[in-house]
């Protein structure tokens, strides 16, 4: 049976069109048409119910597709397999990250090219939660609460919030001497899409809270973080236990003896019963160099 036309199918119903599926194989759509369609004349059944704007799979197609995906599957990791026996780790690894890694990520992969000069990285920066196993990534880098999933996660380390502030707004606003002054100042707002917010820190008097609000808001914290070095106003961050900034910004600590519980940083994989090399190297690299160089105890610096 000529795999190819196994393989087209199961784009098909991964992509749920034929013009996606074209477009990630790299085909014409009516190539992988008439793949699909010589399929089922070689199988006798239809796998794909075909109307003018969906497609959907008949129960056949939904049994072949789990046992199509499965031998594909061990297919793929017989020939990575092969590929690990060589004496140098070579491939591509694909690995998600939040846009705030790129810097300290950047730097890890310029010094993992080093060590494994003939592995390719491909890195999607993305504010979004990828789905590993149906878009093709080998692991990811998730900051927050993990939800449930069948994922293997591997925790790098801890975050806390902090509050930033760009040098230039603090000379044109003043730097706030008390939690409560906030209230008086320009916030940079992560998700706060009216404006306001109520940021809870623990002190030296335990917990306080304020009110602040903001001209600029984000869902995105790495435009949080640029808007913030702009001198927009006073942002609350990621910040590692040294009480620096993360993304690498040129920003200065305000308050620096208020901190807001944080979250952790993960990398997280599919479980699997085989793992290239390539995809093991980099992962316990990054996992060891972004813990050294994101949550090893510094000097602080703050205002």
């Known amino acids: 049976m000529d795999l190819n036309l196994i393989a087209a199918?199961?784009?098909?119903?991964?992509?749920?069109?034929?013009?996606?599926?074209?477009?990630?194989?790299?085909?014409?759509?009516?190539?992988?048409?008439?793949?699909?369609?010589a399929l089922e004349a070689e199988l006798g059944?239809?796998?794909?119910?075909?109307?003018?704007?969906?497609?959907?799979?008949?129960?056949?197609g939904s049994q072949y597709l789990a046992r199509a995906q499965a031998a594909?599957?061990?297919?793929?990791?017989?020939?990575?397999?092969?590929?690990?026996?060589?004496?140098?780790?070579?491939?591509?690894v694909r690995l998600s990250a939040p846009f705030d890694l790129a810097e300290p990520l950047a730097e890890a992969?310029?010094?993992?090219?080093?060590?494994?000069?003939?592995?390719?990285?491909?890195?999607?920066?993305?504010?979004?939660?990828?789905?590993?196993?149906?878009?093709?990534?080998?692991?990811?880098?998730?900051?927050?609460?993990?939800?449930?999933?069948?994922?293997?996660?591997?925790?790098?380390g801890e975050t806390q919030g902090a509050l930033f502030a760009a040098p230039a707004y603090l000379r044109r606003r003043g730097r706030p001497r008390t939690f409560a002054e906030l209230a008086k100042h320009d916030c940079v707002l992560y998700r706060a899409p009216l404006g306001r917010t109520t940021w809870r820190f623990q002190g030296p008097r335990g917990e306080e809270s304020v009110e602040v609000v903001g001209r600029i808001t984000s869902d995105e914290m790495w435009?949080?973080?640029?808007?913030?070095?702009?001198?927009?106003?006073?942002?609350?961050?990621?910040?590692?236990?040294a009480g620096e900034t993360l993304v690498g910004a040129d920003l200065v600590r305000v308050l620096p003896d208020y901190v807001m519980s944080g979250t952790g940083l993960h990398l997280v994989?599919?479980?699997?019963?085989?793992?290239?090399?390539?995809?093991?190297?980099?992962r316990d690299f990054l996992i060891e160099h972004l813990k050294a160089t994101l949550f090893t105890q510094k000097t602080s610096k703050g205002i």
């Open 45 to 60: 059944v239809r796998l794909i119910q075909r109307t003018t704007r969906k497609l959907h799979l008949t129960d056949a």
């Open 269 to 282: 994989f599919p479980s699997s019963r085989f793992l290239p090399a390539r995809v093991a190297l980099l």
């Open 9 to 37: 199918f199961v784009q098909v119903a991964g992509a749920g069109s034929f013009t996606g599926a074209a477009k990630a194989l790299g085909l014409p759509k009516s190539s992988v048409s008439r793949s699909v369609a």
């Open 223 to 241: 435009f949080v973080t640029r808007a913030a070095v702009a001198g927009m106003g006073i942002a609350m961050l990621p910040s590692s236990p």
């Open 72 to 92: 594909l599957a061990e297919l793929h990791e017989a020939t990575a397999a092969v590929g690990e026996l060589g004496d140098e780790p070579r491939g591509t």
């Open 109 to 156: 992969l310029r010094l993992f090219a080093k060590k494994c000069p003939r592995v390719h990285v491909d890195v999607s920066l993305s504010g979004r939660r990828v789905d590993l196993i149906a878009e093709g990534f080998d692991f990811a880098l998730r900051a927050g609460v993990l939800e449930d999933s069948t994922l293997v996660a591997r925790k790098v």
